[in-house]
């Protein structure tokens, strides 16, 4: 089957120093950029992460310090991969949790703004999570029928997701599909927006998972004591809660987003405080209970107590 595409769709995968999005350093990224001609190109570059590589990093992806200390630094090769990837849609293999966030980190830390808006993300691990639930290799193995050879090989890893989400567009087609909440739908299209839809299973804020969309659409932490909090209700109770993550070991991006919502809660703040000042102030009189001013007591004369006599029979 060949891909649907209405612009490139880069297949990207990393190998890093680490998982911690906020601490690790890519040291290989390859990109296989699937055109809509159904041509592809392919950028694949070793790069030096510039801190030690743990040797229990080095032996699940084989590569060591001394295969990258003379690579270039990304710095040097940002703008290359930034050119690279275009305007084109991002897919891989759990890269929504783990590739597009170390990527964009990497881009935040030397300045490059690799613009996001309105591109396409399609993990093929959670179609296959999804509908099936296992890894990469056993993907491979029960999608395309074959063994993974060099598996955690940048390149040969992004080939095989290629491969992978070919067959799972065969084998799924016309397949339903029902959700935790019952809603049944047919998910796995030829079609980038409809797998964008399927494989993007968090409304994620931050791509890193830190902040995420409610189903009001508004911003929520999703971690620690505040998980499930919207942040500007955090910030009505505990403003110190964004200086505190802002001081903390959470990727650049997050803090990006973070400072975004911050700046926003004190704008709406502010015009509801100038909108407090301007509103007309009504003054009310205190009211007060009128009453008859009383006359002075006129004095008694001789014709009232005649009258009086009269009245009274004295």
């Keep these: 089957m060949k891909l649907n595409l209405k612009r490139p769709l880069a297949f990207f995968d990393l190998e890093a120093t680490g998982v911690n999005v906020g601490i690790d350093r890519v040291v290989e990224i390859a990109i296989l950029k699937a055109m809509p001609d159904g041509s592809e190109q392919l950028l694949v570059k070793k790069i030096n992460p510039e801190i030690p590589i743990p040797l229990v990093t080095s032996l699940i992806h084989g590569i060591y310090d001394e295969d990258v200390k003379n690579e270039p630094k990304f710095a040097d090769v940002a703008q290359e991969i930034a050119d690279f990837i275009g305007d084109a849609d991002l897919a891989g293999y759990n890269s929504n949790k783990f590739d597009i966030p170390m990527l964009l980190e990497e881009f935040l830390r030397v300045g490059v703004d690799l613009d996001m808006t309105d ?188 009258q009086l006599k009269m009245k009274f029979g004295k």
Excluded at 149 to 172: C, F, G, M, P
Excluded at 196 to 217: E, P, Q
Excluded at 245 to 267: A, H, Y
């Design 119 to 306: 591109r396409k993300f399609v993990d093929v691990q959670n179609i296959f999570h999804q509908m099936e639930q296992r890894t990469l290799k056993a993907a491979y193995k029960f999608y395309c029928e074959k063994d993974l050879i060099n598996a955690h090989s940048a390149e040969a890893d992004i080939r095989a997701t290629y491969e992978v989400l070919l067959a799972q567009l065969d084998k799924y087609e016309n397949t339903e599909f029902e959700d935790k909440q019952g809603n049944k739908s047919v998910p796995v299209k030829n079609d980038v927006e409809a797998l964008h839809t399927f494989t993007n299973l968090n409304k994620s804020v931050d791509y890193a998972g830190r902040i995420v969309y409610n189903d009001n659409g508004e911003e929520c932490i999703n971690f620690g004591k505040h998980k499930g909090k919207t942040l500007e209700s955090i910030f009505n109770v505990e403003p110190s809660y964004y200086a505190w993550m802002m001081q903390g070991d959470f990727p650049l991006f997050t803090k990006k987003k973070l400072d975004e919502i911050w700046k926003r809660w004190n704008k709406k703040k502010e015009e509801q405080k100038q909108a407090r000042q301007q509103a007309p102030t009504t003054h009310h009189k205190p009211s007060h209970t009128s009453f008859k001013k009383s006359e002075p007591a006129k004095p008694v004369t001789n014709d009232m107590l005649e």
